[in-house]
Structures are given as structure tokens and as C-alpha cells.
């Protein structure tokens, strides 16, 4: 997979950790090896103009996705097609304050975020209960996977 991460934001974080959970979950999602996903890590000035322009909705967000090529998740048997997945932008300044709220790390909203803007891109949504139910159920058993993966590394 290629996955490119540019970090705008100002603020350090484990770039390394979030490129393996997209790696993992592109890979648990039977996304084919050749599709392309960016990260872009941005300051709270940055996601406030992203989140005004396109969701026409003022202040920062934590997590905006951006679809390409609207690819979908594929099976084992059938990987989705190589493409463009798309952008995930990231605020980790408004992810940090979530993770004081939620008693968890930054770096543990940041990797939900990840999760969360990958299952948008592959056409996931939680506008409708069944929907939310769906998203939210695949979005925790790749990060639970996740964590068992780090914790055997």
C-alpha cells in the first residue's frame, strides 16, 4: 500500500503507529496492495477552513475524509481494485482534547480517527442507527486487532 503522511499540525506525534494501523486496516479490509491513501495532519486554523468550506460547519473537527475513486472493501477472494482511496485529514490539537474527555491517549483518538476517516473513504457512514451500528462495529474490531498485533510486537 501506499500511504503517505505529511504532518502540518505543529504538534509531534507517532507517525509510525498511524501509517501501521492504516497499513492493517487497508490490509483487514481486502484493499488491494497498489491503492494510494493520504494523512494529512493539520493545526486547528487549517481544519476550521477545511470544515467551514466542505461541511459548510464552523470550528475545528477531528477527522475529515476525502474520497477519490469511492472504492469499497473487498474480500479475500476479490481485493478491492488498486486506486486512489483518498485523504483523511487529522486535527491532532482537537484529538488531544477528545482524548482528555474520552481518559485515553492522544495517540489513541488519533488511531480511531485513522480508522474512522479510512471507513468513510471505503464508503462507510453513520447517519442511520444500522448504519452507525456497522461502521462503529468493523472501526472496533480493526483497532482491537490492532492492539493485539502492537502488543505481540
Known sequence: MSIELNNES??????DAIQRLASFAL??????????????????GAMEQLHVRW?????PTDVLSFPMDELRPGTE???????????????PQVAEAQAVAAHHS?????LL????????????????PDEK??????????????AAQSRGR
Open 113 to 128: 480517527l485513522t480508522c474512522h476517516g479510512l471507513l468513510h473513504l471505503l464508503g462507510f457512514d453513520h447517519a442511520e
Open 106 to 110: 492522544t495517540l489513541d483518538e488519533l
Open 10 to 15: 505543529g504538534m509531534s506525534v507517532d507517525e
Open 27 to 44: 490490509d483487514a479490509l481486502h484493499v488491494h496492495a497498489d491503492a494510494e491513501l493520504a494523512i494529512v495532519l493539520v493545526d486547528e
Open 133 to 146: 451500528a456497522e461502521m462503529f462495529g468493523i472501526q472496533g474490531e480493526i483497532l482491537s486487532a490492532f
Open 55 to 59: 461541511m459548510d460547519e464552523p470550528g
Open 77 to 91: 477472494d476479490d481485493p478491492t481494485p488498486p486506486g486512489l482511496l483518498g485523504d483523511i485529514v487529522l486535527c
